[in-house]
């Protein structure tokens, strides 16, 4: 049954695949070499290629960072800090990018484009990772000090190899988002094969050369999740008891703390300051500022209810994939768990169109109906979901199962009694990411939605997309403190994890 579930979740992640494929193939083979070939697509792969690379390097780099000063170091006012650190993930990209546009045009730019997509997406490096960290048993890396190993010794050859999951499923993430980045890369002005999509679909309406640009967005995706599959290796990290119950050893920054300290208000000023004043002050001074305070409560609660109906169904989606891929480990459930991630490469546009298509051709009922939008929400942001949920899975040792089995729990029982509770905070997490990622949503939002449905991110980019900034500031602030919660939830569920 669990199979024929997963199955059935895989098939459903791979409509957009068939679709893109499907319509590529309209293109005779000539003609698609011919398009590829064209100089315009050589930039956009080489914008696309080092924007990727850069990108998950600095967001890695800086999640990985501020995690370990967070958690390793006597840096003073941890919890501020841990804090400050997740706040950047109730920012939306295309709202960052919006501040800092709306701030000064020297940020239209490759420098600027990697600045803004780190400033936003390193938290999906920087939660995971503090949450390992706070995992590790601290004897391991007491072990390797006692043994002479140095603070970077230990780091590089004890600690990180130990959080290697963590830290590569963040990356993943962050790849995948910037894949698929459109919102933030658009007033930016850095073209990518993402932001030609949509372009290519909205000049010239040409479905199989999009398509076929989605396409090598998809040939990306499995790149990175062969990499990623090849570094997590198969080595099983679940065990029984806590560990060592004392606190680690905290690094004494001495005189590097004023500038590690100097480098965190950075951050803080970088990712939080300048688009919470941009913000503010197109509020105040923009001259198309007109706030109609009912819509906005309006427009705030249905973002609302989306985000609470796709976190949950992503979720509840989830933990079927991820049972398969951890508890009964082979190719066919491998596949199952890798086929999630390939629609999350596609822009929203993408997956729109193919559930359009299917919808329209199959259950023309289902057409503009919330349904279809929530299965859209599903299958982009489940990876997110599937991260989260396999995180905490995998701690779960296989051995309490058997027991409640010899104990004559049926399997159900056994998940609901055993697994379940002890899965419930990566559950929480998952819920609240993809939440987060439903309320933000764009493009496939704009297709897929009811008619007279907006949400908060709609109604901005109508707004922002034609220089209306005092007219959108209200919707991005709202998008923003919504978020909040979200971003609350997963900051204290990475600090309540016990070693």
């Known amino acids: 049954m669990l199979l024929l579930v997963g199955l059935a979740v895989a098939v459903l992640a791979l409509v957009p695949l068939g679709y893109v494929v499907t319509t590529t193939a309209e293109l005779g083979r000539q003609e698609a070499v011919d398009f590829l070939w064209r100089p315009r697509i050589g930039e956009l792969l080489w914008n696309t290629v080092r924007l990727l690379v850069a990108g998950v390097v600095a967001s890695t780099v800086l999640g990985v960072a501020g995690a370990w000063v967070v958690e390793r170091t006597d840096v003073p006012a941890r919890g501020w800090w841990h804090a400050v650190l997740c706040a950047p993930l109730a920012v939306p990209a295309f709202v960052n990018g919006y501040g800092w546009v709306s701030t000064t045009h020297a940020v239209q730019s490759f420098p600027g484009a990697v600045m803004v997509v780190t400033l936003s997406y390193y938290p999906l490096v920087y939660l ?36 290697s999951p963590a830290v590569l499923g963040g990356a993943l993430l962050v790849g995948l988002h910037l894949l698929a980045e459109y919102g933030a890369l658009q007033l930016l002005n850095y073209p990518t094969l993402t932001t030609a999509i949509l ?63 100097a480098a965190l208000t950075a951050v803080a000023l970088w990712a939080l300051a300048v688009p919470l004043y941009a913000l503010t002050r197109w509020l105040v001074r923009g001259t198309s500022a007109s706030l109609d305070v009912g819509e906005l409560a309006a427009t705030a609660g249905t973002t609302l209810w989306l985000a609470l109906l796709g976190g949950l169904t992503a979720t509840a989606v989830a933990v079927p994939v991820v049972w398969l891929a951890v508890r009964h480990r082979g190719l066919l459930t491998t596949a199952i768990e890798r086929s999630v991630y390939t629609a999350s490469a596609m822009p929203g546009i993408v997956i729109a169109l193919a559930l359009v298509t299917v919808s329209i051709r199959v259950v023309p009922t289902l057409y503009q109906t919330v349904l279809v939008l929530l299965l859209g929400y599903t299958i982009l942001f489940l990876p997110r979901a599937v991260v989260s949920v396999r995180s905490t899975f995998e701690l779960v040792p296989p051995g309490l199962e058997e027991v409640a089995r010899n104990l004559g729990c049926s399997g159900p029982a056994v998940a609901r009694r055993v697994t379940l509770p002890l899965v419930l905070p990566g559950l929480a997490a998952a819920t609240a990411l993809v939440s987060l990622a439903v309320a933000t949503e764009l493009t496939a939002t704009l297709l897929l939605a009811p008619l007279g449905t907006n949400t908060l991110a709609t109604q901005f980019w109508s707004d922002a997309s034609s220089i209306q900034y005092g007219a959108a500031a209200p919707y991005a602030l709202a998008l923003i403190v919504l978020s909040v919660p979200s971003t609350w939830i997963l900051g204290s569920l990475s600090l309540r994890t016990t070693r």
Request: proline share 6%; charged share 20%; net charge positive.
């Open 199 to 261: 372009q290519q679909y909205a000049t010239v309406f040409n479905g199989p050369e999009a398509t076929l640009l989605a396409l090598v967005l998809v040939t990306f995706c499995l790149l990175l999740l062969g990499l990623e599959l090849l570094v997590r290796g198969r080595r099983r990290r679940a065990r029984v008891g806590s560990g060592s119950s004392g606190v680690p050893v905290r690094v004494a920054l001495g005189r590097y703390r004023p500038l590690v300290l």
């Open 128 to 163: 995971p990772t503090v949450a390992a960290l706070r995992r590790l048993d601290p004897a391991v890396e007491e072990v390797a000090t006692s043994l002479g190993r140095s603070g970077w010794s230990v780091f590089t050859r004890v600690t990180l190899p130990a959080i």
